[in-house]
Antibody, heavy 120, light 106 residues
Framework: QVQLVQSGAEVTKPGASVKVSCTASGYTLADYYMHWVRQAPGQRLEWMGWINPNNGATHYAQTFQGRVTMTRDTSISTAYMELRGLRSDDTAVYYC?????????????WGQGTLVTVSS | DIQMTQSPSTLSAFVGDRVTITCRASQSISTLLAWYQQKPGKAPKLLIYKASSLQSGVPSRFSGSGSGTEFTLTISSLQPDDFATYYCQQYNAYSGAFGQGTKVEI
């Protein structure tokens, strides 16, 4: 069965960076785009971008351009999302989510979420 | 950017009720709309895609309809497990904007 398992919660300071991992099992990572979505406390879900694990191509939401980098290591079936220049309003649960169809932006499997807390 | 607006924000209902949630897009998105269910502390779960296609394993009491800018999610007979927050998401443009959510309460 398909599973996405994310790294654990992080507490970090303003201006720092965080890198969240997402390890896929039950399918081949390279066969589906991996997206990242975040949810600040009490807020709606916010799409951040995707990576094509087959070739490393990425596309980021304009909101995060210049601050986010998505990478992957297919040898260990893991995708990564790094966010830099953290601010208090980046405090959120960050999810990886598998694109249900190639090139689509809806998601059939999700990781369990990683809480990132930004606080001085 | 395409904006998604759901109504109502909160809905109170009884077990067995028929429940309808509306989602409006700021411009036409054809039928490129998905619905998710989210329970507290959990990741969202895909219910419906392409406005009306039921995701595998999702009970048939869930249905979706609409096209263009107006969409609905209907639960034909609300069950105890259905009390959750529901989100619509457009995937027409090169983005995946979500609605603000509708909380279905007992």
């Amino acid at each position: 069965q398909v599973q996405l398992v994310q790294s654990g919660a992080e507490v970090t300071k303003p201006g720092a960076s965080v890198k969240v991992s997402c390890t896929a099992s039950g399918y081949t990572l390279a066969d589906y785009y991996m997206h990242w979505v975040r949810q600040a406390p009490g807020q709606r879900l916010e799409w951040m971008g995707w990576i094509n694990p087959n070739n490393g191509a990425t596309h980021y939401a304009q909101t995060f351009q210049g601050r986010v980098t998505m990478t992957r290591d297919t040898s260990i079936s893991t995708a990564y999302m790094e966010l830099r220049g953290l601010r208090s309003d980046d405090t959120a649960v960050y999810y990886c989510a598998r694109g249900a169809l190639i090139g689509s932006y809806f998601f059939d499997y999700w990781g369990q979420g990683t809480l990132v807390t930004v606080s001085s | 950017d395409i904006q998604m607006t759901q109504s109502p924000s909160t809905l109170s209902a009884f077990v067995g009720d028929r429940v309808t949630i509306t989602c409006r897009a700021s411009q036409s998105i054809s039928t490129l709309l998905a619905w998710y269910q989210q329970k507290p502390g959990k990741a969202p779960k895909l219910l419906i895609y392409k406005a009306s296609s039921l995701q595998s394993g999702v009970p048939s009491r869930f249905s979706g309809s609409g096209s263009g800018t107006e969409f609905t999610l209907t639960i034909s007979s609300l069950q105890p497990d259905d009390f959750a927050t529901y989100y619509c998401q457009q995937y027409n443009a090169y983005s995946g904007a979500f609605g603000q959510g509708t909380k279905v309460e007992i």
